[in-house]
C-alpha cells in the first residue's frame, strides 16, 4: 500500500460527538474529505440541523442524530441505529465537550460534576458502546479530544482539569486493554483555539485593545497566535488512519508550540 494510501478513510464510517460547529465540525469535514462517511450527533435537534444545513454547504452528506453523550441508554440506541442505517463505526471522536470557569471554592458540587459527566464520563460511555462492534470487525480508531488542561492547570478550570487529565489517562486505558484487539485510542490535545467555547476569552475591550487572556495567550504560544479548528485536522486524519497503525495511548499536543515554552519574557 502506498503511504498516501494509509491515509485515505475510504470506506470508514467515523461518528464524531459534538459536531455541528467549532472543533468537532473541522475535524468531522477533514476525514470526510479523507474519504469517511461522517456521523454526528449534538444534545440539541437545532444544532443538529444547523449542523446539517453547514454540512450540506459544504458539500458533505453528513448523518446527524440527537444524543446527549451523558446518557448511556441514549448513546447505545443511536450507535446500534447508527450500524443499522450506516454501518459499524470504525472511527469514534470524542469532541463534545463543555466548560464552567468558576473560582473551585465557588464552584458547586453540581457543576464540578457536571463538567466531569460531559468530559470524562461520556467518552467512557461512547467508547464502551463502540468497543465490541471494533472488536468483532478486527481494527477500530477512538480519538479523545484532551486539553491543555490534560497537563497544566489555571484558576477557574479545576473541573474541566480533572475531566482532561482523567481523558489522558482513559485514553491510555483504552489502549492498554484494547490494543491486542488492533484498536488504537489516541488524544488529540488543543491548544488554545478559536471556538464559541473560548469566545469570553478573546472579546475585545471596550477601549478596542485585546482581552488581557488573549494577549497571555498569544505571549504563552511560540506560534504568537491562536489556533484554528483546521490545525486540528491533519493530526485527526492521521490518527484515524492506517498511518498511525502503531500509534497507541498517545497524546498529540497540537499546541503552536505551548507545552515546550515558559512564556515570552516581560
Ligand atoms: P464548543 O464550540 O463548545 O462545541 C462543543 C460541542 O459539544 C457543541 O456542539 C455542544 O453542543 C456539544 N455538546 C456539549 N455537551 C454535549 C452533550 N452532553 N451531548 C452531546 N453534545 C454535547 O467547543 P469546542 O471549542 O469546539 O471544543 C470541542 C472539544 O475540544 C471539547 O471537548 C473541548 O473541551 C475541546 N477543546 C477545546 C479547545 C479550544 O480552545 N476551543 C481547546 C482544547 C480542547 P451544544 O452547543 O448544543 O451544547
Ligand atoms: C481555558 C480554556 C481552555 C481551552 C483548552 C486548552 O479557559 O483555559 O477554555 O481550557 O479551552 O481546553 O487546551
Not at 118 to 136: R, T
Not at 178 to 184: A, L, P, V, W
Request: aromatic share 8%; charged share 20%.
Amino acid at each position: 500500500m502506498s503511504i498516501l494510501n494509509k491515509f485515505s478513510l475510504e470506506g470508514k464510517v467515523a461518528l464524531v460527538t459534538g459536531a455541528s460547529y467549532g472543533i468537532g465540525y473541522a475535524i468531522a469535514s477533514g476525514l470526510h474529505e479523507a474519504g469517511a462517511k461522517v456521523v454526528f450527533c449534538d444534545i440539541k435537534q437545532e444544532f443538529v440541523d444547523k449542523g446539517l444545513a453547514a454540512y450540506a454547504a459544504d458539500g458533505i452528506d453528513a448523518k446527524g442524530y440527537v444524543c446527549d453523550v451523558t446518557d448511556e441508554d441514549a448513546v447505545n440506541a443511536m450507535v446500534a441505529k447508527i450500524e443499522e442505517e450506516v454501518g459499524v463505526i470504525d472511527i469514534l471522536v470524542n469532541n463534545a465537550g463543555i466548560i464552567k470557569r468558576i473560582p473551585m471554592c465557588e464552584m458547586s458540587a453540581a457543576d464540578f460534576r457536571q463538567v466531569i459527566d460531559v468530559d470524562l464520563n461520556a467518552p467512557f460511555i461512547c467508547a464502551k458502546a463502540v468497543i465490541p462492534s471494533m472488536i468483532k470487525k478486527g481494527h477500530g480508531k477512538i480519538i479523545n479530544i484532551c486539553s491543555m488542561m490534560s497537563e497544566l492547570g489555571r484558576e477557574t478550570v479545576s473541573a474541566y482539569a480533572a475531566a482532561k487529565g482523567g481523558l489522558k489517562m482513559l485514553t491510555r486505558n483504552i489502549c492498554s486493554e484494547y490494543g491486542e484487539m488492533n484498536i488504537q485510542c489516541n488524544g488529540i490535545g488543543p491548544g488554545y483555539i478559536e471556538t464559541p467555547q473560548t469566545a469570553p476569552l478573546r472579546e475585545r475591550q471596550a477601549d478596542g485593545s485585546r482581552h488581557p487572556f488573549d494577549a497571555f495567550i498569544i505571549g504563552k504560544t511560540p506560534a504568537a497566535r491562536w489556533g484554528k479548528t483546521e490545525d486540528l485536522v491533519g493530526p485527526a486524519v492521521f490518527l484515524a488512519s492506517d498511518a498511525s497503525d502503531f500509534v497507541n495511548g498517545h497524546v498529540l499536543y497540537v499546541d503552536g508550540g505551548i507545552l515546550a515554552y515558559i512564556g515570552k519574557q516581560p
